[in-house]
C-alpha cells in the first residue's frame, strides 16, 4: 500500500506542551500506559514521566514548556472510525427519527412523518429513518398505503435502518415512473405482494429512484443513498455530523462511500478551513474508470483530506434481508437478498483496482458473498503479488472458519461493526436462525491471526466508539441478550486497538494515527473513567470529556470536565450509573 505524504511545518514552530493525566493510554505495539506527553507543533514529541517530557522539551524551546494538566481524566489515542457514511449521517440528523426509541408500531412511525409534513414547505419531501422492522409491534415494513396517510402530494420516504433502502408512499413512484411491471433493477429490488401489486419497499440498487433525475446515480454498484440537496445545506449537514463523531472521540474517519456529491462537500468544507477531523475518502465502484483516468494508483492527499482506495459491494444487508443466501431466509423462505455483481464482473473490478496498486474495501455479509470476495483477492494476488494490499471486506458478518482462516494467509482485513449486534443482534438469528449467533466473529479473528478493525458504520450505528468496545467485549444486545458464546469475544485491549492502531492501518495511517508515539498526530480523546478498570458492561457509558486533533481541543463536553468529583469517578469505575 502507498502511505499518504504529508508536508509540516518542523517540530520547533510552536511551544512545547507537557500534558498530564491520570492515565495516558499510548495503545502502541508495546501497550504502555503513562502520565505525561510531549505535544509539539501538533505532534506528540515524547511520551513517559514529566521528568523525561520535560528533558525533551528542553531540546525545542529555550523557555519552559506549558503544561497542561488533564487532572483525573483518562487518555487514549483519538478513535479511527474506519468505515462511516459522514454526509449520510448528517443528512439524516435533519430527517424525522422514527428509531425503536421514538416510535414502537407503524402507527407511530406515521403520526412522526405526519407531523414533519405538516409543517414543512409546500411539496418539500418528507424523510424519515432508523426503523427496524421486527422492533416494530406488527414485526414488518409498513406499506406504501400507509405511508400515504402521511402524504399524497409530495414524496415521502421512510429508509431502514440499514441504510440499504426503506418504505416510499404511492406518489414517489408516480414521480418516478414506477408500475407492477416495472423490471427489478440489477441489484436491486421493487417488492411485491402475492397480488404482484409494489408494497413501497425498495433496496439496495432500487434506491437509485431517489436521488432525483440530476442527483447522483450509482447503477448496480451500491445502496444510492446520495439523496441532494443544497449545496449549503449539505455543509450544515457535515457540520452536524462532524460535531457527532468529536463527542464520541472520533477523530479520523474512513469514508466508505464516496460520490460526486461527498467529494464535491469535502472540497467545500476544506475551502472553508471546517474540516476539523479526517477523513480517507474510498471512491465507490461505478467510479473506477475516473479513478484510473486520473491515475490515483495510491494515496493521495494531505493530513486532513485524502483518497483512500475504492469501495465496492458484493451483496446486501443482513438488517434489510439483501445479504445473499441463495436457499432463503429462514423468516421468510421466499426472500434470497441478491449479489450486486456476477462473479466475473466482480473479479474484473477488482483486478483493475489491484494491478493500479489501490486498496479494495467490499461490502460483504453471507458466507456466499464472502466466498467471492476471498477467492477473487486470492487470484489477483497470484497474478500480482502484493504483500501490503491490505485488501478489506466491509462487515464481513458471517465468514465460515475456513474463510477465516483463507483471510488470514490473504491479508485480508475485516473492518467490523459490534454496535450492529448491539443494535439488532436478535434480528440476525430470526432472519438466518441459530448461525447468527456468530455474527461479526471477532474471537474467531484473534484466533486466526486476522486483525481486528472496529468501526460504527454510522449512521447505521451512532458514532460512539465506547459503546463498540462494550459490545466487542461482552456480546450482549442492547436488549440483554448475549450473542453466541463465550469465544466470540475479545479483550478489552484488542477492542480498543481495534477502534485506533487497527483502524488506521486499515485506512493506511498507521505511520502517524492511531497511537501516542513519538512522531505521531497528537490526536486524543480524554475520557472521565479508564475503559480497562470499569465493569465490561459500563464501558459504553464512559464520558468523552475532550476530543483533540493536531494537539487543538476541538471538542469539550457541555458540563465542566473539571467537576467530576473523585466519589463520582469511583462510581462510573465500579459500575453504578452516574
Known sequence: MRKLATFDRPLDALTPTVITARRIHTLDDATSTTQAMLVVDGRVAAVGTVEECTAVAAGFALAEPHRHDLGDAVVVPGFVDAHAHPLMLGQMMSWVDCGPAKAASIPEIVALLRAAADTAPAGHPVRGYGYEQRNLAERRHPTRFELDEVATDREVYLMNASGHGGVVNSRTFEVNGITRDTPNPEGGEFFRDADGELTGELSDAACNVLTGVSGVKIGHHGPNFH???????????????????????????????????EFDNYLRVAEEGGLDVRVSMYALSHLLDDV????????????????????LYADGTLGGWTAYF????????????????????????????HA?????????????AIEMVVSTIEAVQAERPDDDARHRIEHCGLPTPE???????????????????YNWGEGVEQAIGTPGERFNPLGEFVRAGVPVTISSDAPVADPRPLE???????????????????????????????????????IGREDDLGSLEPGKRADFAVLDADPFEVEAERIGSIRVR???????????????????????RARIETGVVR
Request: charged share 25%; net charge neutral; with cysteine.
Open 356 to 368: 493500479a496498486g489501490l486498496q479494495t474495501a467490499t461490502h460483504a455479509q453471507s458466507p456466499t
Open 403 to 421: 474463510q477465516i482462516e483463507r483471510m488470514s494467509r490473504a491479508g485480508i482485513r475485516p473492518v467490523n461493526q459490534p454496535q450492529h449486534y
Open 468 to 506: 463498540a468496545v462494550q459490545a466487542a467485549v461482552t456480546r450482549v444486545t442492547r436488549r440483554g441478550h448475549r450473542l453466541g458464546p463465550d469465544d466470540l469475544v475479545v479483550d478489552r485491549l484488542t477492542a480498543l486497538r481495534g477502534h485506533t492502531i487497527e483502524g488506521a492501518r486499515s
Open 292 to 311: 484510473l483516468e486520473l491515475g490515483l494508483n495510491g494515496q493521495f492527499g494531505n493530513a486532513q483530506l485524502s483518497f483512500a482506495g475504492v469501495k
Open 326 to 353: 441463495p436457499e432463503g431466509y429462514v423468516g421468510d423462505p421466499c426472500r434470497t437478498g441478491q449479489l450486486y455483481h456476477e462473479p466475473d464482473e466482480y473479479r474484473e473490478l477488482v483486478g483493475r483496482a
Open 227 to 261: 439523496l441532494g440537496d443544497e449545496p449549503a445545506e449539505h455543509l450544515r449537514q457535515f457540520a452536524a455530523a462532524q460535531r457527532n463523531f468529536l463527542e464520541g472521540g472520533v477523530t479520523a474517519i474512513g469514508d466508505a462511500q464516496v460520490s460526486k456529491r
Open 546 to 568: 475532550e476530543t483533540w486533533v493536531d494537539g487543538i481541543l476541538r471538542h469539550r463536553a457541555a458540563a465542566s470536565p473539571w467537576t467530576t468529583s473523585a466519589s463520582d
